[in-house]
Nanobody, 119 residues
Framework: QVQLVESGGGLVQAGGSLRLFCAASGRIVSINAMRWYRQAPGKQRELVAVIASGDTTNYGESVKGRFTISRDNAKNTVYLQMNSLNSENTAVYYC?????????????WGQGTQVTVSS
């Protein structure tokens, strides 16, 4: 079993920055893709950013140039640096990782961390 612990969310003023953390622990041989999603009130969950095992990254159109996803494989941790935040970024942010246990691949979700941007 694998556990994900997220942190770094909070309340920030428009134009400010936050850095989210998601650390994985448990039965992990390696981690494939690591992703950040978000879900705003009344909206569907959407993909924010993804980083592959080779560090290739992709971003949702609305966050390109402002958000940066990165990973530390030694710590099984993925980060999301969010700059120039605005009220549209208010949401619960979830990390999602694809883990190779040595026997099978499986994906896991964090518990979510609230990001609130005040205007």
């Amino acid at each position: 079993q694998v556990q994900l612990v997220e942190s770094g969310g909070g309340l920030v003023q428009a134009g400010g920055s936050l850095r989210l953390f998601c650390a994985a622990s448990g039965r992990i041989v390696s981690i494939n893709a690591m992703r950040w999603y978000r879900q705003a009130p009344g909206k569907q969950r959407e993909l924010v950013a993804v980083i592959a095992s080779g560090d290739t990254t992709n971003y949702g159109e609305s966050v390109k140039g402002r958000f940066t996803i990165s990973r530390d494989n030694a710590k099984n941790t993925v980060y999301l640096q969010m700059n120039s935040l605005n009220s549209e970024n208010t949401a619960v942010y979830y990390c999602n990782v694809v883990v190779w246990s040595g026997t099978y691949y499986n994906d896991y979700w964090g518990q979510g961390t609230q990001v609130t941007v005040s205007s």
